[in-house]
């Protein structure tokens, strides 16, 4: 079963309007990962589509998505895929690649539909594409590693990179997750913006009764999301994007906009946040 949600683009000037409910309608995403199910929300930043595929018992297969306006969703577009949950599989293109946890499937421009089966979670990010680049299993250990962070600073983590332009080849997506060392709870900080590009947070691996503080807004004008395990926030381009969590977590960031440049940032000085 597949269901879509829209979600539109608006500007910070709305934005700094909304209240609790109304940020979180435009940029909170729960309930995506949901057994025999497909679960995606369509975002007009960029078009990201982000989302998830349990196939649990059965299998599950991505095709057409009436909001991409195509006959399958990968036919002008491109995927990326990172397994959450126990080694699963993808089929794609006459293949079935074993995809274990936190790996990631890049698929191509054309190549679709997309199955999913085993007892994988998957989550989905997608974006329009220009060009075929080819499919690959990025597995953990191809991932490209930067450690960040100081114990101090109660941010020591390292970045994980997989859609990554010295690991594969993309049209738009930039991907990968975040770990942290343990005690270690802020991501992102100090923060930045790229109005060049929107980004997506997956926040998983979190505990039940553990939340992540998220900041969003303009860095004189911000909010924040309080974000529970495997839920999305969608971050707008003219967002900084950071958080702290009441107890361990990792994150998965998906980029996608006007270059694919990870450390095209521009950051934000801390006496500039309000
Ligand atoms: O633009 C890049 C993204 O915000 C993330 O990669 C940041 C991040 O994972 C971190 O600092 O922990
Ligand atoms: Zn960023």
Redesign the pocket.
Known sequence: MLSVETRYAIDPATAKTLDTEGLRQHFHASGLFAEGEIRLVYSHYDRLIMGGAVPGTGSLTLDKVAEAGTASILDRREMGILNIGETGQVTVDGETHEVGRGDVLYIGMGKGPVTFSGPGRFYILSAPAHRACPTRLITVKDARRVE??APETC?E?V?L?FLHPEVADTCQL?M???QFKPGSVW???PA?L?DR?M?A?LYFELGPEQRVFHFMGQPHETRHLVMANEEVVI?PPWSI??GAGTGAYT?C?A?AGDNVD?TD?DMVAMGDLR
């Open positions: 960040l962070g941010n983590r970045i990179q930039v990968g997750y975040t991501n992102t900080m930045h790229h590009r980004e947070y971050s994007h950071c994150f960031w980029m990870f940032m």
